[in-house]
Nanobody, 128 residues
């Protein structure tokens, strides 16, 4: 059983930056691909970014490509999401999630049902 705890959310002006963190415990962190998802009010949860076990491969939603960067530190059991050039439409609750499946691709990493473990979420509000 893996426990995930996100932090780093908050209120920021458009054009600003935030760095989200997600700490993992209760499992072997390096065995999991990690993803970030977000859910805006009244909308479905959507894929943001994912990173494979070794940090060798990353995937991003088109809406955040070039602005967000996902990274991980397996020694610290942490995954991060650096968010730059934030826009009001980035406002959402951001969740990190862990995927224990071996296969990792853009289509698979964007599938929320592949992720067995989820954090409680951290809210991000971007004001215009």
């Amino acid at each position: 059983q893996v426990q995930l705890v996100e932090s780093g959310g908050g209120l920021v002006q458009a054009g600003g930056s935030l760095r989200l963190s997600c700490g993992a415990s209760g499992g072997t962190f390096s065995r999991y691909a990690m993803g970030w998802f977000r859910q805006a009010p009244g909308k479905e949860r959507e894929f943001v970014a994912a990173i494979n076990r070794s940090s060798g491969t990353t995937y991003y939603a088109n809406s955040v490509k070039g602005r967000f960067t996902i990274s991980r530190d397996n020694a610290k059991n942490m995954v991060y999401l650096q968010m730059n050039s934030l826009k009001p439409e980035d406002t959402a609750v951001y969740y990190c999630a862990a995927d224990g499946n071996i296969y990792f691709s853009l289509s698979s990493s964007a599938d929320s049902q592949r992720y067995a473990y989820w954090g409680q979420g951290t809210p991000v509000t971007v004001s215009s």
